[in-house]
């Protein structure tokens, strides 16, 4: 037997046990990240997919035009296109994680609103409002993944959060007529109660993957 002051390898065991503490919490921050986003982006995304339904019957039943709810989706898009290269700026100097639940939190504020105003304008101004807001997401989310997650599992993370984002939306459409039926404030109160109760969840899953492990 060597003794353990000659040992040659005597320094391995506690290298080993470090690297083995790393990746564990490695993989508990890139588990607690893909919740803390696949929470935040599953509420809202249900929202805005059951916007691509219940939109049109919303803004024709205030008495909007043909034209007028083009209008509303052109100038809805406008913002993101616009706003998004200040977006992906804001990203990479500021906290990504309050970008991306700030945005979020911005545009669902919005939904509830729709309903409550008679103005077509005013609706119009608010929605400018919501996607300037939503502008701030995406980027602040990609950067977030791609700190918070090993270059080796990035893609197949990311793949699993547009899965979720794709589930959310497609389930937002196809109920969003069922919940304009009930009353066409209905849809904006439900997609915003279940978006913003998405973002409690990830305020704590996000909060966990900054912690130190205990």
Sequence with gaps: ????????HQDDFPDHQHTMVTLAEMRRKQRMTF?????????FTFLFGSYS???PL???????SDATVGLSFTLFGL???VVTPLAGWAADHFDRRRLALLGYAGGGICAPLYPLLRSIPLILVVGVVEASMLAFTDPAIGALLME?????????VQGGIFAVESFAEAAGAMSGGFLFGLGAAVPFFFG???????????????????SPSG
């Design 192 to 210: 915003a109660a279940l978006g913003f109760l998405g973002l409690l969840v990830s305020i704590g899953a996000l909060r966990v993957s900054r």
């Design 148 to 156: 918070d997650v090993p270059s080796d599992r990035r893609a197949g």
């Design 53 to 55: 339904t219940i939109w």
């Design 35 to 43: 919740i803390g986003v696949a929470s935040l982006m599953a509420g």
């Design 79 to 81: 913002p993101l296109l």
């Design 58 to 64: 919303f803004m024709r039943g205030i008495g909007a």
């Design 1 to 8: 037997t060597i003794p353990a002051h000659i040992n040659p």
